[in-house]
């Protein structure tokens, strides 16, 4: 093993994840080959879950950056998805059953007319093939066996919604929402507005957060990374998962202070969520109100 492999990994894999592999999946294949490599055990996480059948961005955080994966997941979305026209199906994806057809297929026109309408704060009701929790069971475990549940409206946010593409059967669009929002339930809505039935065909996430398609690498280029002398260098900062959030100087005796989790008192900038920053090194992410500043994630890095 060699001396820069033994340095603790913090930071984060963008990795564009394959069609037919879960998100854990995806970070069992990356925790192997950190292994294989010779990096040790390495403290390893998503964010964001990816269905098997989707593609694109999925954050994967090493070490410190594991941290913030919960943070992440507050951030918006962004996806790529086809409208398949008539058949709906039990997943809402093309997984499933189908359990309702129509022969009706909307144009461009009305495709296009429809967009206000599912942009802005929308309800939408969660499909039943989802990991929700119904007393205290998945949701898609209920669904499975043949009592799926009535899963309550809740409102989420569609911060933009652009036709791509229209074919004979299906119609393919670029979304970008909030979190929570399920992408099949909004097709399988839209469809209905339209006159007919459908189900998501084919769902790509562009963006997650701060990340994009143009961070991402495909699995099996990372698994090759990972055994290379470039790994670290290939490898985003920890701070890339914070490219919005502005950055704080703290001096040394402040930055302990945070590392221990205390609060610094009174209001330095306007207040906000920002960066803790002791020269280079990122101590926590903060909250800064007119009286105090408070952690809400402490890295232990040096």
Known sequence: MTATKALPLHGWIIVDKPLGLTSAQVV?????????????????????TLDPLATGVLPVALGEATKLTGYLLNGPKAYRFT????????TEDA?????????????????????????????????????LKVDGRRAYDLARAGAPPELAPRMVT???????????????????????????????DMALALGTVGHVGMLRRTGAGPFALADAAPLD??????????????LLPLTAGL?????????TRDAEALRQGRRLTGSRVKPGQYLATDGPVPVALVEVSEQDVRVLRGFNLT
């Open 221 to 234: 280029k990372w698994e090759e990374l990972v055994q290379g002398a470039g790994f670290e260098q290939a």
């Open 243 to 251: 490219d919005d959030i502005p950055a704080l100087a703290v001096d």
């Open 95 to 131: 997984e499933g059953d189908i359990v309702e057809t129509s022969d009706a297929r909307p144009g461009r026109a009305a495709i296009e007319a429809l967009l206000p309408r599912f942009t802005g704060p929308i309800s939408q009701r969660p499909p039943a093939y989802s990991a």
């Open 158 to 188: 569609i911060h933009a919604l652009e036709l791509v593409e229209t074919g004979p059967d299906s119609a393919t669009f670029d979304v970008r929402c909030s979190k929570g929002t399920y992408v099949r339930s909004l097709a399988r």
């Open 83 to 90: 409208l398949q026209f008539g058949a709906a199906t039990s």
């Open 28 to 48: 069992g294949r990356l925790k192997r080959a950190l292994r294989q490599a010779g990096h040790g055990k390495v403290k390893i996480g998503h964010g964001g």
